[in-house]
């Protein structure tokens, strides 16, 4: 699992960086208002999900229960036909429904200030070709992922974002510097990815003499599990959209630029949540069929410890030096300052959630999705009224503390009805061992070195000073988790012998 989990990492580390590394040219050549429409349709799509209907986890899960049953190739290749035309049917309303409410998004929703109204119509209907295209991409995801596919998925999504990215870059380089086209180019590297991740799953499901055919009766005995999903999903995105939405609303297009760049660069630390949960559920889900307790907790453990020892030091990083960080980024001061603040508690909010990946793979490989239901149902229930309360009196840090208290509120009530239910006595070993314990000693080692660097330095010096100090968090977190502890230690005996 180390392997796979190295090999989804590793794409979706690059994924990352390649929309980072180009966001500077974005704010550059199109300005903030349009890199606002960039994070408004990263928003739209979000929203959208429900109507994914838990159809990709299904898939994923389905895929990863049959592993090695060769006599159930027809019926997964039957039910994966079933499910692309339900997402090929709900992809064409998706972008239908983007392009054909262009104006009335941009009229009536978005706080338009220094773009022409035309212009940002124009790009929000060319976003319904790029929705279009990049709707069906999960089921192929799903698909592979159950698969065990996860190196070649890792080639495939990275190449996806070389494109949609470096591509992007260089068009606006080339002097077309409309935020529409940049929306086509996006759309041109969807679509060549979804051709792609899809003549690959296929390849991998290969049944020489089978015709897939759509079976509605091949859901049969998924829909209870797609349902919940489907709940879950409904409900995470109304959650975790919900700050977004209103504050997109609430603010000028250029302070919510602000918003959606701090909350770009926060939702990375997720990247390694998915990863993991990437590489644990079909696992989980294997051992779950098993009934292998014991295995499953050693797994559980295993993954969450080899998760925190990658988010953990990273997230104090940017939370302790995201003035520097920023400066040195972006090169633009007043981005900058705007956005360090909010970058701060929402970074410690998406680490929070991060570390939530893999109590949710372990509720959903036991096909318990009502925890989920009704935690999501609570907190939107309180998050709402929280939500406008704070927005209206702090502006957009009051959406920044709103999500951070509902983060945490799920680290608090969740974990203790989950542990009590699916894996007794193993609670407080989760809470101390695998999280407690590490985050005091990321916090100890680069609160010494945020003490010793003069604020405000974002020179090459400065960067490698603070590199260091993540490079040093991250082994002393390896020293102190017990799983990473004894695989570093194993590696060096080795070395050793030869």
Request: hydrophobic letters at 60%; one cysteine or more.
């Amino acid at each position: 699992m180390g392997r796979t989990v190295l090999a989804i990492l590793s794409g979706r580390i690059w994924m990352a960086g390649m929309n980072f590394l180009f966001v500077p040219f974005y704010i550059r050549f199109l300005g903030i208002e349009a890199y606002g429409l960039i994070g408004f349709f990263a928003t739209v799509m979000a929203t959208f999900a429900l109507l994914d209907l838990g159809l990709s986890l299904t898939i994923n899960r389905e895929l990863a229960r049959r592993a090695g049953d060769l006599g159930a190739r027809g019926a997964s290749r039957d039910l994966l036909r079933t499910l692309e035309a339900v997402y090929w049917s709900v992809a064409v309303v998706v972008g239908g429904v983007i392009a054909l409410a262009a104006p009335l998004i941009v009229r009536h929703w978005l706080n338009v200030k220094g773009m022409p109204v035309e212009t940002a119509i124009a790009a929000v209907r060319v976003m319904g070709l790029t929705a279009l295209l990049r709707w069906p991409v999960p089921l192929y995801v799903g698909a592979l992922l159950g698969l065990q596919r996860q190196v070649l998925l890792s080639a495939i999504t990275a190449a996806g974002a070389t494109l949609g990215s470096g591509g992007a870059a260089l068009i606006l380089l080339l002097g077309a510097r409309q935020v529409a086209v940049f929306f086509l180019w996006q759309a041109v590297a969807a679509g060549a990815m979804v051709v792609v991740l899809r003549a690959m799953v296929w390849r991998s499901l290969a049944m020489p003499g089978h015709v897939a055919t759509p079976r509605w009766s091949s859901m049969g005995s998924t829909v209870g599990f797609s349902a919940g999903v489907t709940s879950i999903t409904l409900l995470s995105i109304l959650v975790g959209q919900l700050d977004k939405v209103v504050l997109a609303r609430a603010l000028p297009l250029g302070v919510f630029g602000f918003y959606t760049l701090a909350s770009a660069i926060a939702v990375t630390v997720s990247t390694a949540g998915s990863a993991m949960e990437g590489a644990a559920f079909p696992a989980i889900a294997r051992l779950v069929a098993e009934d292998a307790t014991a295995a499953i907790a050693r797994l559980y453990h295993a993954a969450t410890q080899g998760l925190v020892l990658i988010v953990v030091p990273a997230a104090v990083t940017v939370i302790l030096f995201a003035p520097e960080l920023l400066a040195f980024y972006l090169r633009d001061p007043a981005v900058a300052a705007g956005t360090a603040p909010l970058l701060r508690v929402l970074m410690t909010g998406h680490a929070v959630l991060a570390l939530m990946f893999l109590p949710l793979s372990l509720q959903l490989a036991h096909g318990w999705t009502s925890l989920s239901i009704y935690k999501n149902t609570l907190s939107l229930v309180i998050f709402a009224p929280v939500l406008l309360v704070l927005v209206h009196r702090l502006g957009a840090m009051g959406g920044a503390v709103t999500w951070l208290l509902l983060t945490l509120s799920y680290l608090v009530i969740e974990i203790p009805v989950m542990h009590r239910r699916l894996l007794p006595g193993e609670q407080w070993r989760w809470y101390l061992g695998d999280i407690a314990w590490p985050a005091l000693v990321a916090v100890g080692v680069l609160g010494a070195v945020r003490l010793a660097l003069p604020s405000g330095a974002s020179s090459w010096p400065a960067m490698a000073v603070i590199g260091g100090g993540w490079m040093l968090a991250a082994i002393a977190c390896a020293m102190a988790l017990p799983t990473p502890r004894a695989a570093v230690l194993a590696r060096a005996r080795g070395l050793a012998a030869r």
